[in-house]
């Protein structure tokens, strides 16, 4: 079964950083380019960013540029967010994707408050 | 990044029929489409369309999706009560190099 598991959402306080991972099954991940989309409560879909299956291209919303990183591990089968500098308003339900969305997880859950 | 434009609201009756658009520009929804979204509440969104018309498997053929110009629309056809949910559209932008997702769309059924 081809599935996305999440985790590593949690309370941080403003400026901290986190490091969110989504463990694929069922498909090789790097065959992929996947992605992480974001929801605040109550609000809709945000794409966060997206990396090519073999890693050569990685792209960031504005908002996140300079403070998230996207990457990979193939042996884990595993795609991260590495978050640093965060704001209150990066406080979201994180889902990673895959492709053309065609795949999602049930998201982890990110809260910036001091 | 610009988003894609959705009307936030549409209400129709059960076993009608409803069409909801999404707008974009030449370098997003009018370069290759736009995929399509569902999502009930608290749930993750699920893939209804992509390519403008192509379905994954599993999903009923009451959802169809189309493209004219800038502007895509998926149509939902019977209108059964499990389609009360937001829908999204989103497509990748060949200019800014990202993906823009729309504001969503609540529908209602009646």
């Known amino acids: 079964e081809v599935q996305l598991v999440e985790s590593g959402g949690g309370l941080v306080q403003p400026g901290g950083s986190l490091r969110l991972s989504c463990a694929a099954s069922g498909f090789t991940l790097s065959t992929y380019w996947m992605s992480w989309v974001r929801q605040a409560p109550g609000k809709g879909l945000e794409w966060v960013a997206t990396?090519?299956?073999?890693?050569?291209?990685?792209y960031y919303v504005d908002s996140v540029k300079g403070r998230f990183t996207i990457s990979r591990d193939n042996a884990e089968n595993s795609l991260y967010l590495q978050m640093s500098s965060l704001r209150v308003e990066d406080t979201a339900l994180y889902y990673c994707?895959?492709?053309?969305?065609?795949?999602w997880g049930q998201g982890t859950t990110v809260t910036v408050s001091s | 990044q610009a988003g894609l434009t959705q009307p936030p609201s549409v209400s129709k009756g059960l076993r009608q029929t409803a069409t909801l658009t999404c707008t974009g520009n030449s370098n997003n929804v009018g370069y290759q489409g736009a995929v399509w979204l569902q999502q009930h509440q608290g749930r993750p969104p699920k893939l209804l369309s992509y390519?403008?018309?192509d379905r994954p498997s599993g999903i009923s053929e009451r959802f169809s999706a189309s493209k004219s110009g800038s502007t895509a629309s998926l149509t939902i056809t019977g209108l059964q009560p499990e389609d009360e949910a937001d829908y999204y559209c989103s497509a990748w932008d060949s200019s800014l190099t990202a993906w823009v997702f729309g504001g969503g769309t609540k529908l209602t059924v009646l």
């Open positions: 390519r403008n018309n």
């Open positions: 990396l090519k299956g073999d890693g050569s291209e990685k």
């Open positions: 994707a895959r492709n053309i969305m065609d795949v």
